[in-house]
């Protein structure tokens, strides 16, 4: 069973830059699609960025070219590496993992079964 934890989250002004770390335990050699997401309030989770076992990386329109994800693929461990942030990237930021040959272009937060617990992320203008 894959646990996710999260962390780096914080409080920053606008054009600053996080860093988020996702440890993971508990999984297979299995390929994994992994993802993160972000839920502000009154709006849908969305789709950040995500990455499959190759490293193949695709990004949200509203991050592309300020965002960057990683991983670890000895031990699962994700990051997003956020630069140029906006108030707009303010909001709860979750980690996901889902046991996959690819992560499917569009894919949204249901088709990901395990989940971190997430992190706060609050961009002032």
């Known amino acids: 069973q894959v646990q996710l934890v999260e962390s780096g989250g914080g409080e920053v002004q606008g054009g600053g830059s996080l860093k988020l770390s996702c440890a993971a335990s508990?999984?297979?050699?299995?390929?994994?699609?992994r993802g993160w997401f972000r839920e502000a309030p009154g709006k849908q989770r969305e789709t950040v960025a995500t990455?499959?076992?190759?490293?193949?990386?695709k990004y949200g329109v509203s991050v592309q070219g300020r965002f960057t994800m990683s991983q670890d693929n000895a031990t699962g461990n994700v990051y997003l590496q956020m630069n140029s942030l906006k108030p707009e990237d303010t909001g709860k930021y979750y980690c996901?993992?889902?046991?996959?040959?690819?992560?499917?272009?569009?894919?949204?937060?249901?088709?990901?079964?395990?989940w971190g617990q997430g992190t706060q992320v609050t961009v002032s203008p």
């Open positions: 508990g999984y297979t050699s299995a390929r994994h699609c």
């Open positions: 990455i499959d076992s190759d490293g193949y990386t």
């Open positions: 996901a993992s889902v046991r996959s040959v690819s992560c499917p272009t569009g894919v949204s937060w249901y088709y990901f079964s395990a």
